[in-house]
């Protein structure tokens, strides 16, 4: 299994921006990609932002052009950059890993989840 231990949510206002950082331990060598998930009060969760260990991305359009995810491998971590921050992002931040095999994906790892508020 995969460890993931999250950090840089916070309350900030319209239009601010936030980093979100995620930190892998364990079983990472079994990782193809990590994201990042939300949920926000009453909602389901979603898949915001995505990336591979070839650093191809993938985003929710509701981000697209203002949450930038990055990998640095070296250092088993994934960040999400928030720029550009409205109300409507404010939800819980999952991170999470996953392994493809055998022509699917599988969930090897969630984060605690961060708290992010965006104040209008």
């Known amino acids: 299994q995969v460890q993931l231990v999250e950090s840089g949510g916070g309350l900030v206002q319209a239009g601010g921006s936030l980093r979100l950082s995620c930190a892998a331990s364990?079983?990472?060598?079994?990782?193809?990609?990590m994201g990042w998930y939300r949920q926000a009060p009453g909602k389901q969760r979603e898949l915001v932002a995505a990336?591979?260990?070839?650093?191809?991305?993938n985003y929710v359009d509701s981000v697209k052009g203002r949450f930038t995810i990055a990998r640095d491998n070296a250092k088993s971590a994934v960040y999400l950059q928030m720029n550009s921050l409205k109300p409507e992002d404010t939800a819980v931040y999952y991170c999470?890993?996953?392994?493809?095999?055998?022509?699917?994906?599988?969930?090897?790892?969630w984060g605690q989840g961060t708290q992010v508020t965006v104040s209008s």
């Open positions: 364990g079983s990472i060598f079994s990782i193809t990609a």
């Open positions: 990336i591979t260990g070839s650093n191809l991305t």
């Open positions: 999470n890993a996953v392994q493809f095999r055998g022509g699917k994906y599988y969930d090897v790892g």
